[in-house]
């Protein structure tokens, strides 16, 4: 899948239209329509807002790779302090 196939999924994931997202980052309809049929690149500026507009993944958008999400609501809150320090920490060492 490429990245406009990606960008048009998750626009039409969320029900909005080629209009609506070309108004909220401020371009014409037919431009959002060029980034979904890889006739066009996006600016890193206009990706990053289009991002942002779909609550989407860098890493999805970007690369197609899939997310995992996991759900910590049962954990308890001292396990997630320490799983934030080991990432911090290893995050030091790269």
Do not use: W
């Not at 990606?6 to 239209?17: D, H, T, V, W």
């Not at 979904?36 to 807002?49: F, R, T």
Request: charged content about 30%; overall charge positive.
């Amino acid at each position: 899948m490429s990245l406009g196939s990606r960008l048009k999924e998750a626009r039409l994931k969320l029900g909005f239209s080629q209009e609506y997202v070309a108004g909220r980052v401020n371009l014409h309809r037919t431009t959002i329509g060029k980034y979904e049929n890889d006739a066009s690149m996006p600016s890193l500026d206009v990706l990053i807002k289009l991002i942002e507009i779909y609550c989407e993944d860098a890493n999805y958008i970007l690369y197609g790779k899939t997310r995992k999400i996991i759900n910590i609501s049962d954990v308890p809150e001292y396990a997630i302090e320490k799983i934030y320090f080991l990432i911090a920490k290893s995050k030091q060492c790269d």
